[in-house]
């Protein structure tokens, strides 16, 4: 059957330019993945600040501070579907079932395998990509591609630059990416041939266009001071509901640990102890230190909407739920060959 299809694209090849078939097939796919994902938001519940973003996207080309690109990704794909009489609230849907579109494809170029797919697609991570309303899809998006990038360095198959850019549009889709910063230095130091330029130019970059982006357009809303942790003893501020010891902080973190987990089982943490042993490259080091640095923000980040900031505490398990993909992909495949081999 691979074969028959080899066959096949090679006959299409030979009719239509490479770099041509190339985009042709991931607009079709973008396309397909987008209405799938689109149609499949329209029976979730209303969940997360999707009013707010609503209001974002009629508004006239104003921007979030801490997620600059995905205001602007929001308004534009708004721009182009007003005139049709789509509304801002199914736009914005649009816009993120784009970016769910595009999440699958570079999933796919991560492990083109059943189960890694499976454990990422049908995971509550995975929940901002169908449909919506909110500001997580596109950042996610460029932080699985920048897992891409960064496991194709690690394999002495590409420089480093590709990953950085991958990484710092994630953070100009939204501020969060920057917390994995410490995973993005521990790969630096990987291989001999890192050069300095291939980090500093893109952070230059995300500052010039960060800074032109607000000097351009009108922007609202970056609250980023110590209030946004969880308070360790006592309550400082309006908005923050409870202590970080106390039973409504640890509650609440298990049920976003419950809502990102696959299919809502989560036992995520105890599997990859489990299959800890087949934890020996140096890309899935890093996405395990990535799994660490999602745990311990999210674990000291206050949710200012309660249960309602499920979605952006779901991203702890974007590199997780990559992880556990691969080493249970591998340790299925190696279970298989000793019963073969049996």
Request: proline share 5%.
């Amino acid at each position: 059957m691979n074969k028959q299809i080899s066959i096949i694209y090679q006959t299409i090849d030979s009719f239509i330019p490479f770099p041509i078939y190339f985009l042709l097939r991931r607009f079709i796919l973008t396309l397909v993945f987008t209405v799938v994902l689109y149609r499949l938001g329209q029976y979730l519940p209303y969940i997360g600040d999707g009013a707010y973003v609503e209001q974002m996207a009629e508004m006239d080309w104003v921007v979030l501070m801490h997620s600059v690109l995905t205001s602007l990704m929001h308004k534009l794909v708004y721009t182009i579907l007003r005139p049709f009489g789509w509304n801002a609230w199914d736009s914005v849907s649009v816009s993120s079932s784009i970016a769910g579109a595009l999440a699958i494809q570079v999933l796919f170029a991560i492990r083109r395998n059943p189960i890694f797919l499976i454990v990422n697609i049908f995971s509550g991570s995975f929940l901002v990509f169908i449909g919506e309303v909110e500001n997580y899809a596109w950042v996610n998006l460029f932080l699985l591609s920048t897992f891409w990038a960064i496991e194709r360095y690690l394999q002495g198959k590409a420089p480093l630059w590709p990953a950085t850019v991958f990484f710092f549009l994630a953070a100009l889709f939204h501020f969060l990416a920057l917390f994995y910063l410490p995973a993005i230095f521990w790969v630096m130091v990987q291989r001999p041939n890192f050069k300095a330029y291939e980090f500093v130019a893109p952070f230059f970059l995300f500052l010039s266009l960060l800074m032109g982006i607000l000097f351009c357009f009108a922007s609202e809303g970056l609250d980023l001071d110590s209030g946004r942790l969880v308070p360790l003893f006592q309550i400082r501020r309006k908005g923050q509901f409870f202590t970080f010891f106390s039973w409504e902080h640890w509650k609440l973190l298990a049920y976003f640990h419950y809502n990102a987990a696959f299919m809502r089982f989560p036992i995520e943490w105890p599997l990859l102890f489990f299959l800890r042993k087949g934890i020996d490259t140096p890309f899935k080091y890093f996405l395990l230190y990535c799994s660490f640095i999602g745990l311990i923000w999210t674990t000291f980040w206050h949710p200012d909407l309660g249960p309602l900031d499920w979605d952006l505490f779901s991203q702890m398990s974007i590199s997780l739920h990559v992880l556990l993909g691969i080493l249970l992909y591998e340790y299925v495949h190696t279970q298989i060959k000793k019963c073969v081999m049996v």
